[in-house]
DNA sequence: GCGCTGATGTTGTTTTATAAGATGATGAGG
DNA sequence: CCTCATCATCTTATAAAACAACATCAGCGC
């Protein structure tokens, strides 16, 4: 099941629910989810938008004065490793996780209007893609796949 | 059925069938595949490598002196656009297309230590896409897939 | 306190990609 | 033949994205 990506919902609750699963699961593991990368992550959960590294460091400054590229890049590091965010290949850009707890083959479907993300488990698909790695004997180490296109809420003409 | 990608096979082949298709290509849809355009394809042809565009502007060099950082970037666009070659978003290279003809819905196949690419048409993998893709009410523009791992003969030991 | 470890600060560099304006080649139409 | 348009290229800068290296600091166990 989708969510609902577009302003409609109660975006407070995904920040508030994100930022909780993050504190409990590096809580969990033992690892710090220390300010700056609480706030980096939190940053990340403004919206549903892939956003750049550069963007999220000119964010970031008012609240860190002297955030460097280096301070948001080991920042991204340590959450793309925790599974919290995911990184955007085609985009140079990253997106927060919706389900950092549980497995991580996704389908990221982005917009190219309203750079939007969403994040499908397509189990189909991704069986599919397994039985074909199989059968080239090929060993996968992560299986993102990124679609570039135009989501639902973009295609559709503003309500008559 | 995949190719052979290692050494065994006869490369010349590969590189001549390669230039053959796209100088036709280029020719039945009136474009042109001017010199550098089809230098630049030919170093990509060398072999079955993902390549940067840096490093092909130094293989450029010395059959071009002028080459500057915007005729690689130019030819490369170019050779997109016609379908002849494969961006590699996750790695920022760039790699031959073995199918410039037909569809361009494909699933790379990257591996971490030979660096070596395949490309598979993986109907499956495409059919449940499209159809997890409907469900979502998104329209892709390209599907390309691009996975990380070790290929077959990386992952074999070398034969006892 | 001491020393280990992980996190951060700081500086500089590398890698990747594009912008903008001048120049050159080719071909169609007058 | 000229001229204009178009496409390709050249040239110079610069932007954007990412990382390397090394210094420093904070917390913790001993």
Redesign the interface.
Known sequence: M?ISTHAEHDHQKCVNHALTIAEHLCLKRGVQLTLIRHQVLALIWENHKAVKAYELLERLKPLKNAAKPATVYRALDFLIAQGLIHRI??LNAFIGCRCSEHQHEQ?L?I??YCHEV?E?T?T??M???S???KQ????????A????????TC?TPPKA
Chains 1, 2 share one sequence.
């Open positions: 989708p290949e085609s389908l479907l917009c190219k969403e499908r397509a189909n698909v069986l599919a893609l039985d074909e790695l080239a004997s090929f060993v996968a180490h992560s299986k796949i990124e679609i570039h296109g135009i989501c639902r295609a």
